[in-house]
Nanobody, 124 residues
Framework: QVQLLESGGGSVQPGGSLRLACVLS????????MAWFRQAPGKERQGVAQ????????THADSVKGRFTISVDNARNTLYLQMNNLKPEDTAIYYC?????????????????WGQGTQVTVSS
């Protein structure tokens, strides 16, 4: 089982930025499909962004495209989510998730390991 530890959440004003980090515990290898999800109060969990094990092939939800960027630092075994131009509707608990598959679009892909979540609040 992979352990994931998130950090970087907080409270910001609209238009502000945050960077979330998710560290995978050793000896787990981050070269796998990784993703960020979020869940706002009273709403279903939503996929925000995902990235393949190559650390290059990434997709972002339409609601965050152009504002959020998912990335990986293999040397640090860490997944990031850079969030810019934050909006109140981005307020949620953000979770990182790990798959056992290399490619996120593998038809059998699923996320079996999850972090504990980090709160992001955007308000004026």
């Amino acid at each position: 089982q992979v352990q994931l530890l998130e950090s970087g959440g907080g409270s910001v004003q609209p238009g502000g930025s945050l960077r979330l980090a998710c560290v995978l515990s050793e000896p787990a290898d981050i070269s796998r499909c990784m993703a960020w999800f979020r869940q706002a109060p009273g709403k279903e969990r939503q996929g925000v962004a995902q990235i393949d094990g190559d650390g290059v092939t990434a997709t972002h939800a339409d609601s965050v495209k152009g504002r959020f960027t998912i990335s990986v630092d293999n040397a640090r075994n860490t997944l990031y989510l850079q969030m810019n131009n934050l909006k109140p509707e981005d307020t949620a608990i953000y979770y990182c998730a790990a798959s056992t598959f290399f490619r996120c679009n593998d038809e059998n892909n699923f996320f079996g390991d999850w972090g504990q979540g980090t709160q992001v609040t955007v308000s004026s």
